[in-house]
Every structure is written in structure tokens, then in C-alpha cells.
């Protein structure tokens, strides 16, 4: 069925909409490039079926596995907070180098089979244009919008690295992280105190396994609601790997998630700690409060994280297989 519901006529109006101002905004602007090669519209003339097919692809997997969504959104993060946003997230391994991929902190990332059928599907339509950092990006904007959160537009242009080392998998935040630790490393990468905050909010999508938060169960965390540490517990006597929800809705992007810190129900520390510290406290309490805020902050900064170190002109390739440098 094509329009089952009227939330779906909704997101395809909007959907359109949103087409129509990015083609209005291309013609008026007369194709801004900026000082890295990113621009809107990118392929609207060498693959103007460029973000069709993503999307395309990307609803096609996410009706047959929804929680891939809070996968695609989660890929897209750890390869911009690592070398930029590159596509190194995407490398296999080699007999001489270990990759991104292979580090324990890898913690449980998927979804590199929606990647690929996409980039299949894009060499076929035109041939080494499309970059796969692009396709990371486009997948996690795309799914976003499938699991009913904002609709952004982001410029495409990302060139895909050469390096993709399992050392460098230090930069990614530790869920064990306090707020003053949080707010220095999303500084470090330009993000203001909310943009981390709002980006925080992708936890709205997703599962966090036990081995993640266990800790906050043995050495008794006071941020952790006792109501809620039996849940948790509940979902450790699982093992290790067992699954816990980060809010009631894992498959819908909305603002529960800060609802459950307002309850002391947050499932990593660092979770938490937003609504613990006082620097964070009311921007928690905002998006609890006014989803439509965290839409528009999440939105933005997402815009940002997308632009993390871009690879522009001869800094890096346009893969052939987003798993191997050419
Ligand atoms: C603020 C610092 C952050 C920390 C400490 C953190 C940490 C984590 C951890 C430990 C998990 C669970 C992994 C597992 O147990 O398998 C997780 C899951 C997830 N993270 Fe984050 N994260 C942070 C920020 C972000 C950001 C900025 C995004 C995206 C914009 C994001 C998106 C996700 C998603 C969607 C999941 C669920 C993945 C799934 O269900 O497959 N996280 N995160
Ligand atoms: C994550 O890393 C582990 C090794 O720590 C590896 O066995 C696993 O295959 C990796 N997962 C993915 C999806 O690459
Ligand atoms: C946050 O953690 C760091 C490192 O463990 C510690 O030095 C600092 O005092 C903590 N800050 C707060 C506000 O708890």
C-alpha cells in the first residue's frame, strides 16, 4: 500500500517540498561550492539520481529491519568523529593494517550491507561519482527521516580516506564519560554545549548492550533510578550482549529519551549525566518538553557533525567498493 497512513501522505509532501527547495536553492545560489568542494545539490547534474537511490535503498532496508535505522545514524558518527567524516568506518581490515572496524569500541555497528547495495546500485547508474562518506551521510539523514524524525538537507562532496586504523577509535566518546568530559570532547570538534546535547539525542534510536553499562550496576551509580537499575539488571541476567532500549519507542525518533533522563531512567552514565549536571539540565528539560526544539537543534547539528574534517579535491578518492581503498 502506497499511503496508509496520513503521518506517511505527510512525510512524502514533505519529502517533495523538500526536493523542490533544494532545486530552487541551486538555481538561485548558482551552485555554491565552498572552500572544501561541498555544495547542496552536488550531484544534481553528474548523478541526479544520486539521493533517490540512497533513499530509495535505505527505506527499502529499514522496512524490512527497523532498527537498522539507529544503526545508520550511529555509522554515521563514529566515521565523522574519526578522520572526519571519510567513509574510514566502512574499511575492512588487511593483512597489514587493523581497521576502525575491528576495535572492541567497533561496539556492535551495522548495517554495512544497506552501504553496500546502495553503492552497488550507484556504480551501475554512474560510475565512480558518488563517495561513500556521501552515501554514510545521505543513509543516516534518510533514516532519520524514515524513523519520523527532521528532514535536513546536508552538501554533499565528501572525498573517501585512505586510513582507517583501530588506534584511532580513542576519539570516540566512552559511556562512561561525566558532562565536563562530553562538553571537551564535542568541543574539541566545534559543537556548542547544546549541539551535544541535541546530538545526545540520537539515543532516541537504538539499544545499548549490557557490557556498556554494567558497571553502573556493580559499583551502585546514585544518578541511576532504583526502579530503573532493576530493569537493567533484568536485561544483564540476559549476558553481556543482552539488549536494552534507550527509551520506550527504539524504532521512532522523538524526545522520550530526555523524558527517561527526567526520571533517572537514562541507560549509559553518560546518558544520564545530562540531566545530572546542572550546565545540561535545561536543555534536557527543553527537549523534554518541546520536541520541535530538539528537531530543529538535533537538525543543526547534524548539518555540522556532516561536515566534520571533509575530505575535499585530491585529498582523498571516490571508492569503488566502500569496503577497500582503490
Ligand atoms: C555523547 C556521547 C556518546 C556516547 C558516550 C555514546 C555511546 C554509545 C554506546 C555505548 C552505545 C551502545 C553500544 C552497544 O552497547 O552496542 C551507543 C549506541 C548508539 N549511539 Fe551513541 N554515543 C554518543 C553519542 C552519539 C551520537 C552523537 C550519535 C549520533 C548522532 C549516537 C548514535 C547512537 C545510536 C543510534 C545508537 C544505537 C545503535 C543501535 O541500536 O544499533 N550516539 N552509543
Ligand atoms: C567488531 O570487533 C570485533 C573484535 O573486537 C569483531 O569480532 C567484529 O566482527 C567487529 N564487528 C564488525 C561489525 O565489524
Ligand atoms: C569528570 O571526570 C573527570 C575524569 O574522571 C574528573 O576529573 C572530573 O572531576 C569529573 N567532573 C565532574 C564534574 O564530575
Given at each position: 500500500m502506497l499511503l496508509k497512513s496520513p503521518p506517511s501522505l505527510a512525510k512524502i509532501v514533505m519529502a517533495n517540498l523538500i526536493g523542490v527547495l533544494l532545486i530552487i536553492e541551486v538555481i538561485v545560489s548558482g551552485f555554491p561550492f565552498g572552500a572544501d568542494g561541498l555544495s547542496m545539490?552536488?550531484?544534481?547534474?553528474?548523478?541526479?539520481?544520486a539521493e533517490p537511490i540512497v533513499r530509495h535503498t535505505v527505506t527499502r532496508a529499514l522496512d524490512a529491519d527497523p532498527t537498522l535505522a539507529a544503526a545508520l545514524v550511529r555509522m554515521h558518527f563514529h566515521d565523522c568523529f574519526i578522520?572526519?567524516?571519510?567513509?574510514?568506518?566502512?574499511l575492512d581490515s588487511t593483512n597489514d593494517n587493523t581497521a576502525?572496524?575491528?576495535?572492541?569500541?567497533?561496539?556492535?555497528?551495522?548495517?554495512y550491507e544497506v552501504i553496500d547495495d546502495a553503492k552497488e546500485e550507484l556504480e551501475n547508474q554512474c560510475p565512480g561519482v558518488v563517495s561513500c562518506a556521501d552515501i554514510v551521510a545521505m543513509a543516516a539523514r534518510d533514516a532519520v527521516f524514515w524513523a519520523g524524525g527532521p528532514v535536513y538537507d546536508i552538501p554533499n562532496g565528501r572525498k573517501d580516506g585512505r586510513r582507517s586504523k583501530?588506534?584511532?577509535?580513542?576519539?570516540l566518546p566512552s559511556p562512561s564519560f561525566n558532562t565536563s568530559q562530553l562538553i571537551k570532547m564535542f568541543g574539541q570538534h566545534g559543537f556548542s554545549v547544546k549541539d551535544m546535547v541535541a546530538l545526545s539525542g540520537a539515543h532516541t534510536l537504538g539499544v545499548a548492550r549490557c557490557s556498556s553499562f554494567k558497571n553502573r550496576l556493580n559499583n551502585v551509580d546514585p544518578t541511576l533510578g532504583s526502579e530503573f537499575a532493576k530493569t537493567l539488571s533484568k536485561t544483564c541476567s540476559g549476558g553481556d550482549n543482552a539488549e536494552q532500549p534507550f527509551d520506550a519507542t527504539r524504532n521512532t525518533f522523538d524526545n522520550f529519551y530526555f523524558n527517561a533522563l527526567q526520571r533517572k531512567s537514562g541507560v549509559l552514565f553518560s546518558d544520564q549525566t545530562l540531566y545530572t549536571d546542572a550546565r545540561t539540565r535545561g536543555i534536557v528539560n527543553d527537549y523534554a518538553r518541546n520536541q520541535a526544539m530538539f528537531f530543529f537543534n538535533f537538525q543543526q547539528a547534524m548539518g555540522k557533525m556532516s561536515l566534520l574534517d571533509v575530505k575535499g579535491g585530491a585529498q582523498g578518492e571516490i571508492r569503488s567498493n566502500c569496503r577497500k581503498i582503490n
Open positions: 545539490g552536488y550531484y544534481i547534474m553528474n548523478c541526479p539520481l578522520e572526519g567524516c571519510d567513509g574510514s568506518v566502512l576502525e572496524k575491528d576495535s572492541p569500541a567497533n561496539l556492535s555497528l551495522r548495517g583501530i588506534e584511532d577509535t580513542i576519539n
